[in-house]
């Protein structure tokens, strides 16, 4: 894909060309949302996709670049197992914020079918649509063995990279002749004429996909929210593995980033904590909804457990809305990310919108 054929393509409110993004008000970087769809004890998935719709509605309102979603399976508290199908939802109630997946987890389908989903959004919503792919199940290992009929999971890790060539023709349209797929056409795509397509990218939570975007030219989008301690090293890897291509002529990263603004400082800790509490149970093999902030502070913690949230809550900013802000500043300085996609985890949609909002102040975005 031409690297300037997205500034033909962009929606009106996209704020740069089809991958980089254009800061505003008084931030560093652009600002973008990665929306968990999180499902909180005593709410209903329903719920959790309107909270979803007034996120993306709040995110463009206030001129936050893009919204992403992830791919995740059998998860109680986070109803985003359908990525495509959520964009198109989204994407039908917003008319210029770039939407994307961060990401669709690549080994859990067929080339063919990622082309044709996303091929069709872009179709739905021209020039601000993502296509962002990730090569971990995004689940436990049951439950991948299931996506993918097959208990040999690392033979699709290592078929990443081929994978991922294979949806590049199809997305392109341009296997070559006496390829076994050269009669075949995702639609809708070029064969029907001309037409955009969205942009690849590359997640990664350590070095593998790191390397492997900046030896093909592509943007990365590195899972910090996650994986704090390896986000420098695979940065790094990126830029110096970066070779210039028809995507970009230069290096582009992106960081996740779990952070929380509220009123008060307390409050924020209160509902920080709930997604804290949340994790642990899902490391330690009891995933349920997100607990409720009253459930979070009753909660109580072994030293083992009490460890593992304290180091967690380390990697997540939070505070009042200048202290959040003062948190993002310094970590897009620490790392040089070109952006920075927040997400915001707690039990409430409430919190959630609120924290949008109050870090949408903090930077003075628009209104």
Known sequence: MDKNRGDENRGDGSHGDAIRGRAEGTASVPLSVLDLVTVGQGRTATQALRTSVDIAQLAERRGYHRLWVAEHHSMPGVASSSPAVILAHLAARTERIRLGSGGVMLPNHAPLVIAEQFGTLEAMAPGRIDLGLGRAPGTDGATAAALRRTDRLGEGADDFPQQLAELTRFLDDDFPDGHPYARIHAVPGPVQGPAGRPPIWLLGSSGFSARLAGVLGLPFAFAHHFSAQNTIPALDLY?????????????????????????????????????????????????????????????????????????????????????????????????????????????????????????????????
């Open 239 to 367: 830029r110096d593995s970066f070779k210039p291509s028809a995507v970009l002529d230069a290096p582009y990263a992106l960081i996740g980033v779990s952070a929380l603004a509220a009123d008060e400082e307390r409050e924020a800790r209160r509902q920080v904590l709930t997604g804290a509490l949340s994790m642990l149970r899902l490391r330690t093999g009891r995933p349920g909804l997100i607990p409720t902030p009253e459930e979070a502070e009753a909660y109580v913690f072994s030293p083992v457990e009490r460890e593992f949230v304290d180091g967690w809550l380390g990697n997540v900013i939070h505070g009042t809305a200048d202290e959040v802000r003062s948190g993002l500043d310094g970590l897009a300085k620490r790392t040089g990310a070109d952006e920075l996609m927040i997400t915001a985890n707690a039990h409430g949609g409430e919190a959630r919108l609120r924290s949008y909002d109050l870090i949408a102040d903090a930077y003075g975005l628009r209104g």
